[in-house]
Nanobody
């Protein structure tokens, strides 16, 4: 069994910053990709940022230059530093990990419970 635990959400004013953290634990053999998705009310879940085990990153166009994703492989942890936050960044942010457990032959996706980020004055 694998668990992803997120932390760091909250309420922030426009232009402010927040840092999200997510740690994976449990039956893990290798984690290929860790990243962040978000879902605003009435909208589909969308990719925000993803980091491979080699440290390569991919960002949504809407957050490029403002958000930075990073990862500490030894801790199975991924971070999302969010700067210059805007009201339309308001959403529930979900951690995602694409990984393989020792008993599996294929990759599977796992999700955190989500953390609310609200950007408002």
């Amino acid at each position: 069994q694998v668990q992803l635990v997120e932390s760091g959400g909250g309420l922030v004013q426009p232009g402010g910053s927040l840092r999200l953290s997510c740690t994976a634990s449990g039956s893990i053999f290798v984690i290929y990709v860790m990243g962040w998705y978000r879902q605003a009310p009435g909208k589909q879940r969308e990719l925000v940022a993803a980091v491979t085990s080699a440290g390569n990153t991919n960002y949504a166009d809407s957050v490029k230059g403002r958000f930075t994703a990073s990862r500490v492989n030894a801790k199975n942890t991924v971070y999302l530093q969010m700067n210059s936050l805007k009201p339309n960044d308001t959403a529930v942010y979900y951690c995602n990990a694409e990984l393989r457990s020792p008993s599996d032959y294929s990759r599977k996706d796992y999700w955190g419970q989500g953390t609310q980020v609200t950007v408002s004055s």
